[in-house]
């Protein structure tokens, strides 16, 4: 039941993109090009997120011994420290979105939407991810 419900939530997750926009790698450039022809509506959507996310991330953040609805613990990073490979690795996520107007889970939702282009990203990203854990050691 827990993976069906899992599926069933990301497809709702995918539906939401896809409505919103934001699987839409040219309406993501266009809201980060401010200079430009700037489209705010993606910022309606990441406040509506914002919304909806506030009061559990609170309530988990309060409560360290909150559990997910199967009674599994919930856990928090506990490292709050600004590093430079958290800053290194946010200055690349944010470099990689603005070249291609994607993000990880929307480069799966436009294989479903038949945009086989992401696949390029998807091929980039995971191998960055493998590099990463060469450079890292193999420690994560």
Wanted: aromatic fraction near 14%; glycine fraction near 12%.
């Amino acid at each position: 039941m827990k993976n069906f419900l899992a599926f069933l939530f990301g497809g709702l997750f995918a539906v939401g993109l896809m409505v919103s926009g934001m699987a839409n790698p040219e309406k993501v450039l266009n809201f980060l090009d401010i200079s430009g022809q700037w489209d705010p509506s993606l910022a309606f959507v990441m406040a509506g997120a914002i919304c909806v996310a506030f009061i559990p991330f609170q309530r988990a953040v309060r409560h360290p011994e909150i559990k997910t609805v199967y009674g599994e613990n919930i856990e928090l990073p506990q490292n709050t420290h600004l590093d430079a490979k958290l800053i290194a690795g946010s200055c690349l996520f944010g470099i990689g979105w603005g070249i291609a107007g994607i993000c990880p889970a929307p480069s799966f939702t436009l294989i479903g939407l038949g945009h086989y282009q992401a696949l390029y990203f998807i091929g980039a990203m995971f191998a960055g991810v493998w590099l990463h854990r060469i450079w890292a050691g193999g420690s994560k």
